[in-house]
């Protein structure tokens, strides 16, 4: 059995928070929340979780400002964008930043699996160097 995967979600919606989590803990891992980007960027240098699943627009510090400050703290920390803001300007963005994946809101059961998955893999590449 892997071990357990310590993931921070950062969303503005405590729903889609609680929804997330929910999902999550039935994928067997740890849960970390976070309601907006300066928040998050806290809990990155204290908690350092295994991945961050992170929204783009947030009140205070949005998700593209957090994803740049949280891959100059970390810069092998495999960061899942979820957004409803899909623009094809804003994932290239993200992706160019060192996102992992971008998943369009209202997300599936599956990509968030599948986003674990990757997670996973990326965290056990970064252990094996």
């Known amino acids: 059995m892997a071990e357990k995967l310590k993931i921070l979600i950062t969303d503005d919606s405590k ?3 609680k929804k997330l989590r929910a999902e999550l803990e039935q994928l067997d891992c740890d849960v970390l929340e976070a309601e907006n980007g300066k928040e998050a960027i806290m ?3 204290k908690e350092q979780p ?3 699943i992170l929204d783009i627009v947030m009140p205070e510090v949005g998700g593209i400002e957090t994803l740049q400050v949280i891959k100059e703290i970390n810069p092998e920390i495999p960061v899942i964008m979820l ?12 992706l160019e930043l060192g996102a992992l994946d971008f ?3 209202p ?5 968030i699996k599948q986003a674990v998955e990757r997670i996973r893999r990326k ?3 970064n252990h094996g160097k």
């Not at 997300?107 to 990509?111: D, L, N, P, R």
């Open 15 to 17: 729903l889609l928070r």
């Open 43 to 45: 809990k990155d240098l």
């Open 50 to 52: 295994d991945g961050v």
């Open 83 to 94: 957004s409803s803001a899909g623009t094809s300007q804003k994932l290239k963005e993200t």
């Open 103 to 105: 998943i369009q809101k």
């Open 107 to 111: 997300y599936t059961s599956e990509q």
């Open 123 to 125: 965290v056990e590449e």
